[in-house]
Each structure stands twice: as C-alpha cells, then as structure tokens.
C-alpha cells in the first residue's frame, strides 16, 4: 500500500472582481484578508493551520486524491492540467477568489504533522 504523501498548497493569487463587488459586496470589501499571495501550506487529509475553512471546502477533495498517489487521474490531469500532480484550483467566493496551485510532493505525512510556512 502507497503511503499518504503531503500536498504543497501555494497561494497565487488573491482576486477580486470589482463589477461584481460592486454590485453586492459590502462597502470597503477587498481581496481575501485570510490568505496572501506567495502563502505555503502542506496538508493531507485535515486542514493545515492557519488556512482558511472556506477554501479548505473548496480544495480539500484535489488534496486527499493527490496525497494518495492519485497524479495522473483522468477527472483533472489532461482535462484541464497538463502537467501530473499538480492542480490549480480556487476557493467558493464568488467576489474575491483565492487561486491556488496543489503539487504532489514525496513528503511522507505522518498523523496530525501539519506545516505551515
């Protein structure tokens, strides 16, 4: 059996969409203000610390597939990824998305190890 492996999570970008923000965000609404761009995680199946619950929502399926070895599955790589092991993925808010890249990485995860950078 194939040992649980972390998975990298890199925060790239921080948006917001100002038309729509606009339109229904509350006044002064910005980017995220729980994650900032360049921010590293490393995670398998429980949320690293310090990330935000929301996105863990989002994400954390591509997460679990990637620390168990699951690179070149058809549901992502080849369908929108070109390159095994790695995923690029957002969180759920529609007004300001974090963008984030997961890479599969040959860190042995050991029970409740998480690290945050």
């Not at 998975?7 to 921080?14: A, Q, R, S």
């Not at 609404?29 to 996105?55: I, R, T, W």
Request: aromatic share 12%; net charge negative; hydrophobic share 40%.
């Amino acid at each position: 059996m194939q040992s649980m492996k972390k998975v990298k999570i890199t925060i790239l970008k921080t948006t917001l969409d100002e038309e729509l923000a606009k339109e229904y965000g509350v006044d002064g609404l910005s980017s995220c203000p729980l994650m900032n761009e360049g921010q590293v995680f490393y995670a398998d199946y429980a949320k690293p610390e310090g990330f935000c619950d929301e996105a863990w929502k989002a994400i954390y399926q591509y997460v679990f597939a990637l620390a168990h070895g699951a690179e070149n599955v058809n549901w992502y790589y080849h369908d929108w990824i070109k390159k095994p092991g790695v995923a690029i993925v957002s969180c759920n808010d529609g007004l300001r998305p974090v963008i984030m890249k997961l890479e599969a990485t040959d860190i042995d995860s050991k029970e409740h190890d998480l690290v945050s950078d």
